[in-house]
């Protein structure tokens, strides 16, 4: 099967950076996607050129088995959602209408619904709506287009708790109704941790981890408890980094802890957490600077 | 084809600015020639707001999210000139009705002539609506241009763009290539006009191809 996107070689230069370099990236139709990376990683060049708003240096870009730069075939089957979307002077209803006959699968109800839980009025003037506001209108086209890849960058700057609860819900239950490929950026990585089946992680321009969530869960497990007892748990273990404090003593292991590791933690009265998605990403941009990428760094 | 019909009903989602705006300085400039009892000079005014729009519909907010709703450079710059030529057909005959209206009331009782131009838009309905059809296509799509190498390369792409179209207007004035206004019929003229349109819409289609917003 034809993956919906699938990127070989690809960099962008700019003058002054480069903003892509030699990103290498597959991903298969009907998946939801994070894509995740500091600020100025690379991500929204990534999504620009995927929608083909901006134009590669090098390197080769299919979405849905072609080309997207300039190709009428590709582009009305996707929709970009950016945090930074310029509107022409409309109303909130006259985006959705021009939306409306630019999207094959337009939904209407399902736009007036989301309008409703987000509490927008379509005669609002999009030049006076708020970020979180704006946010919530770009939610709106990226979901009601129901197009088959859905890409958002930073959807949800400036929305509240609620809206963004709102807005996982909608695209869980949207996805399981209308499947589709949805790529999501975002910074606000542990709160739609449960979203993903995959994630990408992108730092300075390089894909520096590209996995399935699942077996990232687990992955990464900070051993703390008395020094003697973590050194004997984490003996030929690969090791991010570790910290001493008095006799007390916290590892950082890389590695899939098994049920027999747990009863031995619990016997040598040692903590075993988990890292977070978050600090997984932390560590893996941390770490792309000196190290390769972080699949790399493991398997050693 | 499709997709062309979609970006001209996209720039129609609100069609007042774009239906209504060329007309507000004209009628302003008209109440203002009513008022004073002045002659010619005001029709320039639409011709410019074509200009102007040319520009802001491609120069503008309206193409990024145009492209974001999937059209492409080629689809959007398309659909665009076709609204703005199409407009400019319907609004050569409107100035052409009005033209024939000033001549039957005598200036609008007042023996102004704002809707004719001496030597340019004087002859018959038919000339008056070609000629204004291609002036106003001409303005409009010469405005696409602007603000397409406005989004490409900004301000200081708009100013060589300018300092190159001044040089070679020099050189044609240099060379002696000009004759007097009087001694060019305004059949001729006018297909001169059309041949500059032409250019423009080349150039703009050139330019944006590689546009990225």
């Known amino acids: 099967m034809t993956p919906a996107i699938s990127v070989t070689g690809l960099t962008r230069r700019y003058p002054d950076q480069v903003a892509l370099d030699d990103v290498h990236l597959t991903i298969g139709t009907e998946t939801i996607t994070g894509l995740l990376g500091r600020n100025g990683a690379g991500k929204t060049t990534l999504l620009r050129i995927l929608s083909g708003q901006e134009f590669p240096s090098s390197g080769s870009v299919r979405v849905l088995g072609s080309p997207p730069a300039e190709n009428e075939n590709v582009l009305r089957r996707l929709v970009l959602v950016r945090e930074d979307q310029a509107y022409p002077d409309f109303k909130v209803s006259h985006a959705l209408r021009a939306a409306s006959f630019c999207y094959p699968n337009w939904d209407a109800d399902l736009a007036s619904s989301l309008l409703k839980d987000f509490g927008l009025r379509a005669g609002k003037a999009i030049k006076s709506l708020s970020r979180g506001q704006r946010s919530a209108l770009g939610i709106t086209i990226g979901l009601a287009a129901r197009a088959e890849v859905t890409l958002f960058d930073e959807p949800y700057a400036g929305l509240d708790a609620v809206a963004r609860q709102i807005f996982y819900d909608r695209l869980l239950a949207e996805y399981a109704d209308f499947p589709r490929t949805v790529l999501l950026s975002t910074h606000l990585i542990d709160e739609a941790a449960a979203l993903f089946e995959n994630v990408v992680v992108i730092d300075r321009g390089r894909v520096v981890l590209d996995t399935a969530a699942d077996g990232l869960r687990g992955m990464v497990t900070t051993v703390s408890g008395p020094v003697l007892a973590v050194d004997s748990f984490t003996e030929g273990r690969p090791v991010w980094e570790r910290r001493g404090l008095g006799s007390q003593a916290s590892v950082v292991m890389v590695g899939q802890v098994s049920g027999e590791d747990r009863e031995r933690a619990r016997s040598l009265g040692l903590d075993l957490t988990p890292l977070s998605l978050q600090q997984l990403v932390v560590r893996a941009s941390g770490w792309a600077a000196g190290a390769g990428s972080l699949t790399e760094r493991t398997s050693a | ?213």
């Open chain 2, 1 to 213: 084809m499709n997709t062309m019909i979609k970006v001209a009903r996209y720039h129609l989602v609100t069609p007042v600015m774009f239906l209504g705006l060329p007309w507000a300085p004209l009628a302003g400039a008209f109440a203002f020639a009513l008022a004073r009892d002045t002659s010619h000079g005001g029709l320039v005014f639409i011709f410019f707001m074509f200009f102007v729009t040319g520009m802001q519909r491609i120069g503008g907010r309206w193409l990024p999210f145009g492209l974001a709703l999937g059209a492409t450079r080629r689809s959007f710059y398309a659909g665009t000139a076709l609204l703005g030529v199409s407009m400019s057909l319907v609004y050569g005959l409107v100035i052409a009705g009005l033209q024939a209206i000033e001549r039957a009331t005598g200036g609008w009782g007042l023996s102004i002539t704002f809707f004719r131009v001496p030597h340019l838009l004087n002859g018959p309905w038919y000339a008056t609506w070609l000629t204004s059809f291609v002036g106003l296509s001409a303005l409009f799509v010469y405005g696409m241009w602007y603000g397409i190498v406005n989004r490409r390369w900004g301000m200081l792409g708009l100013l060589a763009f300018v300092a190159v179209q001044a040089l070679v207007v020099l050189a044609y004035f240099w060379a002696g290539l000009d004759r007097p206004l009087t001694s060019v019929s305004a059949l001729d003229l006018t297909g001169v006009i059309a041949a500059l349109a032409v250019v423009f819409l080349a150039g703009g289609h050139a330019t944006i191809r590689r546009v990225t917003v």
